[in-house]
């Protein structure tokens, strides 16, 4: 059962989880009613954590019945990838980069610890530890950028491409060779300020989920 502090976050992280593993598939409906039962809580934190993954565009209300995990199409993840790969190249264009983070900075040394699991985890294919260190680590870089409204944007695009596309890599296993693996190239040129180099990663990551997008074309 979970525990009653931060309830309705609480729900809305696992559900998300459950979106985001598979296990509430796209498509898939449920009730408030539903929820509450397996989580052993009340409606109204099982309601309010329901809108908040709707607002994040994870789920669809449905009057009267429910509510149903949103379906992505391939156009909907190309687009997303498109509008992050156009976000990315604004913050790191370089007469309008961020400062480089200063020698010793804990945020830096806690990317990196990120970037190394996300990358083994790339490498191996191992999508459910994956997500998760991917999620992170680009959240923590994004907090290194200074604009949380940027962070906030970007983290809620990659959450919605991984709901798309952890069902294909499941079922096509072979699909795991396009995962990007530069999680620690780009954590490096961060650290150094070397904004050109930190872009070209972030469009060479675009780029691989484009051509997931393409290869399910």
């Known amino acids: 059962m979970i525990q009653r502090s931060t309830l309705r976050a609480q729900i809305a992280d696992a559900l998300r989880d459950e979106v985001l593993a598979g296990r509430l598939p ?39 019945r429910g509510f149903r ?17 156009l ?25 990196r610890r990120r970037a190394e699991a996300a990358e083994r985890a790339a490498l191996t294919g ?8 991917d999620l992170r680590f680009w959240r923590e870089l994004g907090d290194l950028m200074g604009n949380p409204y940027i962070t906030e944007f970007l ?3 990659r959450v919605q491409c991984w709901v798309f596309a952890v069902p294909h890599l499941r079922e096509r296993p072979g699909l795991r060779e396009l995962l990007w693996t530069g999680y620690r190239e780009l954590a490096d040129a961060v650290g150094r300020g070397d904004d050109a180099a930190a872009g070209r990663l972030v469009a060479a990551c675009d780029e691989c989920a484009l051509a997931l997008a393409e290869r399910l074309d």
């Open 26 to 64: 796209a498509g898939r409906g449920f009730t408030v009613k539903e929820i509450a039962e397996q989580y052993g809580v009340s409606a109204t934190p099982v309601r309010e954590a329901l809108v908040d993954l709707s607002a994040q565009g994870l789920l669809d209300v449905e009057q009267h």
């Open 69 to 85: 995990v949103h379906v992505f199409t391939p156009a909907d993840y190309r687009a997303m990838v498109q509008a992050r790969a």
């Open 87 to 111: 976000v990315a190249e604004g913050v790191f264009r370089r007469s309008a980069g961020p400062a480089p983070p200063t020698p010793g900075d804990e945020r830096l040394a806690s990317v």
């Open 126 to 133: 191992d999508l459910d530890v994956l997500i998760g260190y």
């Open 155 to 157: 983290d809620r695009l």
